[in-house]
């Protein structure tokens, strides 16, 4: 089973349109969402939650249509980490656990308050005087502590610094141990993503570049170092971005199996396929 | 649904501790008018509610938790029923006490409270749409207005109506008891149109 499957979704906004979006999520996996600032992370993200009706298309998690009414009940096994954490300011970490165990069936206050700890989350200091990482832990500690099959994550990392951010790529890593949970996560941190997931999708203005097996897109692309003359002389197809660098040089993103095996090439990072897939875009 | 009214009763009871202060003040003392005061005053509360939900964006966290969007709506109006109901009670007791200890306060009457809480279901029910249509900030200038033309729509038809006219006390247990049937009526009809209403605005909002 799948657990995300958007098929052909459009959604437009008048400035801004998602366009024909499809993109699956098999269950088990963990899926990175990349895109700059305005790219449509967000929009996909309450669309898949149904907190947005699209203009047409359709979409799915956990196998339920997400405009039918039985996606509510669905929700119980999805937990969401949002950019920030939308707790009104007034509320401490106590009172949200309680809200949180009136609204989720399967809600575990054990699990709860030992997220709390383990983020070293004040119990009774309210929201307002919470800095942004804490407040992203504690959506975080929310989201886990439901039992959830799948994660949605929205920017979560951000405002975290580097080791806490660790540990909780680390929890995410634990979370997709158990063969039915999964994982789609969106951020601009894309070695967070590199690190953590096997699939990246890659949202630009609105429209899917790709959906790939991290592996495989790794594979598939090469980053040829050398002069302008021997990037000429390569296949067009085979050059999926290209920048000008000192002294008459070029750095060019290729797909090498359309460039001679002899061609000697460094392996990409994730975030330098996606930068030089823009590049490639915005030439088209 | 009892998890959001839990959240809006977090939200506002820090607040509620002074107002329970100052509902006492308006209370004794005013008379009638601070009982019917307080009633409708107090149904107010899920607009602060909705206030403190804009400003943190919390529609936007409950659109991804298992609420459906009735829960969220009728949330509010179950909020305000339930402080209306509150402070309803509340002036009772304090008028219970008054009476058994014979203060020398000025009350109103258990009728004028239980009208009250008609009024503020009323109240709710033509407010709250406006609400959910035009989030709390421009709700509240045309609930505002809404309550403006209202008043003096009353007050210049009555000019209209009947110029001259005083209050006969002959006909006040009339009045009463017309009011005893009207005022839950209406507050049950315009309950049954607001609520379609409401869901109909928050589900245009999304």
């Given at each position: 089973m799948n657990a995300i499957e958007l098929s052909h979704i459009h959604k437009s906004f008048g400035g801004f349109a998602i366009q024909d979006l499809s993109l699956t999520v098999p269950s088990g996996t963990i899926c990175g969402l990349v895109g700059e600032n305005g790219a449509g992370k967000s929009t996909t993200i309450r669309l898949l939650m149904g907190a947005l009706r699209p203009d047409s298309g359709a979409a799915a998690v956990l196998g339920t249509d997400v405009s039918s009414p039985a996606f509510t009940r669905v929700k119980e096994d999805v937990g969401v980490v949002l950019d920030e954490a939308y707790f009104p300011e007034t509320l401490n970490a106590?009172?949200?656990?309680?809200?949180?165990?009136?609204?989720?069936?399967?809600?575990?206050?054990?699990?709860?308050?030992?997220?709390?700890?383990?983020?070293?989350?004040?119990?009774?200091?309210?929201?307002?005087?919470?800095?942004?990482?804490?407040?992203?832990?504690?959506?975080?500690?929310?989201?886990?502590?439901?039992?959830?099959?799948?994660?949605?994550?929205?920017?979560?990392?951000?405002?975290?610094?580097?080791?806490?951010?660790d540990e909780v790529l680390e929890i995410f890593n634990e979370f997709t141990r158990e063969e039915d949970h999964s994982i789609l996560i969106s951020s601009h941190i894309v070695s967070d993503l590199e690190k953590l997931c096997d699939y990246i999708a890659f949202l630009h203005r609105g429209r899917l570049l790709f959906c790939e097996e991290k592996d495989r897109l790794l594979e598939e692309y090469g980053v040829f170092v050398g002069t302008a003359e021997q990037a000429e002389s390569l296949l067009p197809e085979a050059v999926a971005g290209r920048e000008a660098k000192d002294y008459g040089g070029v750095r060019a993103l290729v797909r090498r199996n359309l460039v001679p095996e002899t061609l000697a090439l460094e392996r990409p990072t994730v975030e330098e396929i996606i930068l030089f897939t823009v590049k490639g875009e915005e030439k088209r | 649904?009892?998890?959001?009214?839990?959240?809006?009763?977090?939200?506002?009871?820090?607040?509620?501790?002074?107002?329970?202060?100052?509902?006492?003040?308006?209370?004794?003392?005013?008379?009638?008018?601070?009982?019917?005061?307080?009633?409708?005053?107090?149904?107010?509360?899920?607009?602060?509610?909705?206030?403190?939900?804009?400003?943190?964006?919390?529609?936007?966290?409950?659109?991804?938790?298992?609420?459906?969007?009735?829960?969220?709506?009728?949330?509010?109006?179950?909020?305000?029923?339930?402080?209306?109901?509150?402070?309803?009670?509340?002036?009772?007791?304090?008028?219970?006490?008054?009476?058994?200890?014979?203060?020398?306060?000025?009350?109103?009457?258990?009728?004028?409270?239980?009208?009250?809480?008609?009024?503020?279901?009323?109240?709710?029910?033509?407010?709250?749409?406006?609400?959910?249509?035009?989030?709390?900030?421009?709700?509240?200038?045309?609930?505002?207005?809404?309550?403006?033309?209202?008043?003096?729509?009353?007050?210049?038809?009555?000019?209209?109506?009947?110029?001259?006219?005083?209050?006969?006390?002959?006909?006040?247990?009339?009045?009463?008891?017309?009011?005893?049937?009207?005022?839950?009526?209406?507050?049950?009809?315009?309950?049954?149109?607001?609520?379609?209403?409401?869901?109909?605005f928050y589900a245009a909002r999304q």
């Open positions: 106590l009172q949200a656990g309680k809200i949180m165990a009136g609204t989720y069936r399967q809600w575990e206050q054990s699990a709860y308050e030992d997220y709390l700890n383990r983020f070293d989350l004040p119990e009774k200091k309210p929201f307002k005087d919470f800095s942004r990482g804490m407040k992203m832990k504690l959506a975080i500690a929310a989201a886990l502590s439901h039992r959830p099959k799948l994660l949605v994550l929205d920017e979560a990392t951000s405002g975290l610094d580097p080791i806490v951010r | 649904m009892k998890a959001l009214i839990q959240k809006d009763v977090y939200v506002l009871w820090k607040q509620m501790r002074i107002f329970l202060f100052v509902m006492l003040v308006i209370m004794v003392g005013n008379g009638t008018f601070g009982s019917v005061f307080v009633v409708i005053w107090c149904a107010m509360l899920p607009y602060t509610a909705l206030a403190y939900d804009e400003r943190c964006k919390w529609d936007q966290m409950a659109a991804m938790m298992p609420y459906a969007p009735r829960d969220i709506v009728l949330s509010k109006y179950v909020l305000g029923w339930l402080c209306a109901g509150g402070a309803g009670a509340f002036t009772l007791a304090v008028q219970a006490a008054i009476r058994a200890f014979h203060l020398p306060l000025e009350i109103g009457s258990p009728f004028a409270v239980l009208m009250s809480f008609c009024a503020s279901v009323c109240v709710l029910a033509i407010t709250l749409p406006l609400m959910f249509r035009f989030s709390v900030e421009r709700g509240r200038m045309v609930m505002f207005l809404a309550i403006f033309l209202v008043c003096g729509g009353a007050g210049a038809l009555a000019s209209l109506v009947a110029p001259d006219s005083k209050p006969v006390p002959g006909n006040l247990p009339a009045l009463l008891s017309m009011a005893a049937v009207l005022v839950p009526a209406a507050a049950a009809v315009l309950t049954a149109v607001s609520i379609p209403l409401s869901l109909r």
